[in-house]
């Protein structure tokens, strides 16, 4: 996702991937080839998921669009809705008061995380996003990356709010292993 980012300036669409794919009623090949990951080439190293989602991206002119396409491919149960569709840099500052950029350079230090935040702070929800969590029965938050897939979504301006005003049950999927450069050492 970063080099999809800095390459063609698109939205990190990792994190939606891996919702879809989690989501989809179509058969197990289509979530393997969403999920397959090229093993070497120019694009190795890339999901076929995240340059599907991102071409859809340059052909609709709209990542929620790419989103809703992608959906309908995989016949996904329920909708997948980004936090915000604003372009942003999930930063993190380590133990040791170095400042990191980039949700894929943070889990590369092995200096601890710190506290995490996002430029520009005032990014703004979808409000379909927020109508969502406002009538929803269950809001979950997981499984995934601690720092740089589940708590990142709560640096988005109105979310948490929306989150701690709903009234449905809320329910935190932790991840059963800690995550190298994310939770070394948590218990």
């Known amino acids: 996702s970063g080099r999809l980012r800095d390459e063609l300036g698109v939205l ?20 393997k080839l969403f999920q ?8 190795q190293g890339h999901s076929f998921g995240n340059l599907f989602i991102t071409a859809m991206s340059e052909v609709s002119g709209d990542f929620s669009a790419a989103i809703e396409k992608s959906s309908e491919i995989l ?6 809705l ?3 569709i604003d372009n942003v840099t999930l930063c993190a500052k ?19 995380i710190e506290s995490i ?5 005032t990014v703004l929800p979808l409000p379909e996003t927020i109508r969502a969590i406002q009538e929803a029965d269950t809001v ?8 740089t897939s589940v708590i990142c979504n709560l640096l988005v ?20 292993m800690t995550q190298p450069g994310e939770t070394d050492n948590y218990t």
Not at 140 to 147: D, V
Not at 157 to 176: G, R, T
């Open 82 to 84: 980004p936090s915000s």
């Open 12 to 31: 990190p669409p990792g994190d939606i991937r891996n919702c879809l794919v989690a989501l989809s009623t179509e058969e197990l090949l289509m979530k």
């Open 117 to 121: 935040f996002i430029e520009p702070s």
């Open 75 to 80: 016949a996904i149960r329920g909708k997948v």
């Open 36 to 43: 397959y990951r090229f093993s070497n080439g120019s694009l």
């Open 140 to 147: 979950i938050l997981g499984p995934g990356s601690l720092y």
């Open 94 to 112: 380590l133990k040791n008061q170095e400042l990191v950029k980039g949700e894929d350079k943070i889990p590369l230090s092995k200096d601890g």
């Open 157 to 176: 301006k109105d979310i948490p709010e929306a989150i701690c005003q709903s009234e449905a049950m809320k329910i935190y999927i932790c991840n059963v």
